[in-house]
Each structure stands twice: as C-alpha cells, then as structure tokens.
C-alpha cells in the first residue's frame, strides 16, 4: 500500500501563491488516481482536484477552478496543487488521497489511503 505525505502548506495573504507536495512512497504514483482535499474547522472535507491514473485526466471543484492545478512529477513519484490568488475562504488543513480505481472523483469516500494534511491560513 502506498504511504503518502504531504507538505508545503504555510501562513500566506490573501491573493497569494502557495505549492502543496505529496510525495509517495512504497509503490508509484502512477498506480494510483490522486485527489487533494481540503477540511475546514466545522465543514465536511471537500474534494479540491484530482488527476486520474493512465490518462491522467484532471477534475476540478468549481470552487477553486482557474486558481489551483493539479499535476504530476513521476520521476519525484509526486503530486502538487498549485493554488494561486488564495482567499480567505481557503483555509483549511489540506489532504492528498490515492484510489487504485482511474475514475476521476472528487468523493473523498472512494479513496483509501491518505496523509496526515498540511495546513493551509490565508489572512492578511
């Protein structure tokens, strides 16, 4: 099974820039379809963006389309979110997930293995 971590997280004003790694280990990657979610004080975790395995098709929540990009080094066996003109409302601890399954989802019950999150404070 694949043990994930994520880091990069960190205290940024709004309208800043900010890149999240998750770094695999014990099996690549490339085996798995990886989401990247996020969990605020008091909310349900929400899926952000994920990139399929094979294809690697991306998905991304509307919610933050056109600011985060999602992508993949496989030389590195890591993932990264890319989040640009951060908003206030994107706080929150930041979680990298792998599904075996290529089915792009944002569904953080379909996918099994996780990390332990980063957190992520936007405030001026």
């Known amino acids: 099974q694949v043990q994930l971590a994520e880091s990069g997280g960190g205290l940024v004003q709004p309208g800043g820039s900010l890149r999240l790694s998750c770094a695999g280990s014990?099996?690549?990657?490339?085996?798995?379809?990886i989401g990247w979610f996020r969990q605020a004080p008091g909310k349900e975790r929400e899926g952000v963006s994920c990139?399929?395995?094979?294809?690697?098709?991306?998905h991304t929540a509307d919610s933050v389309k056109g600011r985060f990009t999602i992508s993949r080094d496989n030389a590195k066996n890591t993932v990264y979110l890319q989040m640009n003109n951060l908003k206030p409302e994107d706080t929150a601890v930041y979680y990298c997930?792998?599904?075996?399954?290529?089915?792009?989802?944002?569904?953080?019950?379909?996918?099994?293995?996780w990390g332990q999150g980063t957190q992520v404070t936007v405030s001026s």
């Open positions: 014990g099996l690549p990657l490339t085996l798995y379809t």
């Open positions: 997930a792998a599904k075996f399954s290529g089915t792009s989802s944002l569904e953080p019950s379909e996918f099994r293995s």
């Open positions: 990139i399929s395995r094979g294809v690697e098709s991306t």
